[in-house]
């Protein structure tokens, strides 16, 4: 198994500007919705760490579903 970090995370974006690489990530745990640089030496894993591809955005397509929904749900 590989070492938990953001680079083996499914929600870790990789790319390159200007021949440098970059890595961010829109589903880090308390950052959830908001860009966070997770390279190198800030990749430690989060909750929401997963290599499953299958989990791609998940916490932040749950965040857009709250948001979506919320009136929804509140009383009239």
């Not at 929600?11 to 950052?31: F, I, L, P, S, T």
């Not at 860009?35 to 989990?55: I, R």
Request: hydrophobic share 25%.
């Amino acid at each position: 198994m590989n070492k938990k970090s953001c680079g083996t995370c499914i929600q870790c974006d990789k790319y390159y500007v200007n021949g440098r690489e970059h890595w961010a990530c829109e589903n880090y745990d308390r950052g959830c919705g908001m860009l966070v640089n997770v390279f190198p030496p800030n990749n430690e894993a989060c909750s929401n760490w997963s290599n499953d591809p299958n989990d791609k955005n998940k916490p932040q397509d749950e965040l857009r579903y709250f948001v979506d929904h919320f009136w929804d749900e509140v009383d009239d």
